[in-house]
């Protein structure tokens, strides 16, 4: 077998150039799927018999946080190929991979607040859960900070790689959480070995909303790492060439 | 399928629900769209500082080949 592309794959400027053709794809997809789920949840989706109309924010909440720990084993897992193969991409993209992740999180946390208000009667309570969830984002505000951290690049990349792997124990335990502790949030609705507890109808525009948040993670990592690589590749030749030509009107 | 509320006002209102559904929706768009935006502005800046490094570069090299014509023919004196 030839590891030719896995070699390639490490390359930015390869990187680069490949996916260019892919944003405009993506993007457009990710909005599509987005638009017509959120109308959908918003909406079309029937009423829930117990919570009423606050289910609505499920649509949101879920999603990002599916992508929040997903974002988080990618960020990790690409820190250990850059630390493992000293590949220089892999740890552009973990770089890329930690704001999104911390959005994704902010975006669960402040929706589940939000829904939390009217469903128990409190913003925020302290359970195993949500807290585990908040630490998740410290986490990724931590991976950051710390890829920033040094005045030396590699230094950056070899510390935050680091911590994100170490990081990754907290996974599951909120995938757990709501298993091991009492607790006032409501068990996985979606399930892969099981049925799912939750009604076709409320179900569709549901799994909407995670496709469009996947393909949006996907567009959003692949643009966010496009400019770091820019960023990083700032000296090299085929980025000097790039930049010279006027930029064309979608630069996206 | 078909929209659950009789009228638009109602679907606002969401039955006393709507402030913290659109709160939820509301931030979350918001987010989202700043994750778009941040690496594009990103990369604004940085064909701004590209172009500002070349002038300064193309600058120099004028300058040097201007002091090179101005002291070759002193040397050739």
Redesign the interface.
């Known amino acids: 077998m030839s590891w030719q592309w896995f070699h390639r794959l490490g390359s930015p400027r390869w990187f680069y150039q490949k996916t260019s053709g892919w944003l405009p794809w993506l ?1 457009a997809a990710s909005l599509l799927l ?1 638009a017509v789920g ?1 109308a959908w949840g ?6 829930d018999s117990k919570q ?3 289910y ?2 499920i649509y ?2 879920v999603p ?1 946080a599916f992508l929040a720990l997903a974002g988080y084993y990618i960020m990790a897992i690409c820190g250990a190929v850059g630390l493992i193969w000293k590949m220089k991409l892999s740890f552009v993209v973990m770089r890329a991979a930690a ?2 992740g911390a ?1 994704l999180t ?2 669960a946390l ?2 589940g607040a ?2 939390g ?2 469903t128990w009667g409190a913003y925020w309570v302290w359970d195993a859960r949500i807290t585990s969830m908040l630490i998740l984002f410290f986490l990724y505000l931590g991976v950051m900070a710390l890829s920033g951290a040094f005045a030396r690049e590699q230094s950056g990349d070899k510390a935050s790689a680091l911590l994100a792997l170490v990081g990754t124990v907290n996974i599951p335990i909120i995938y757990k959480s709501v298993d091991w502790w009492f607790t006032l949030h409501q068990p996985a609705t979606l399930k892969l070995t099981q049925a799912s507890t939750i009604d076709p ?1 409320m179900f569709y525009p549901l799994i909407t909303m995670i496709a469009g948040f996947y393909l ?1 993670y996907a ?2 990592l692949i ?2 790492t ?2 770091l690589v ?2 990083r590749e ?1 000296r090299t030749q085929w980025v ?1 060439e790039l ?2 030509k006027p ?1 064309p009107a979608a ?2 | 399928m078909q929209f659950q509320f009789e009228n638009f006002a109602s679907f606002l209102t969401m039955n006393g629900h709507g402030p913290y559904v659109w709160a939820a929706y509301g931030v979350a768009v918001m987010v989202l769209v700043a994750l778009v935006v941040a690496p594009l502005l990103r990369q604004k800046k940085l064909r701004k500082e590209f172009s500002r490094q070349l002038r300064q570069e193309e600058a120099r090299h004028r300058a040097a080949a201007q002091r090179k014509a101005q002291s070759e023919p002193a040397a050739t004196a």
Do not use: C, D, Y
């Open positions: 993007g987005l959120m918003l909406g079309f989706a029937p009423q009423g109309n606050s609505r924010i949101i909440h990002a704001p999104i959005a902010f975006i402040f929706t939000v829904w208000k009217p109808s949006f567009w959003v643009l966010h496009r400019s820019l960023q700032w000097r930049l010279e930029a630069r996206a």
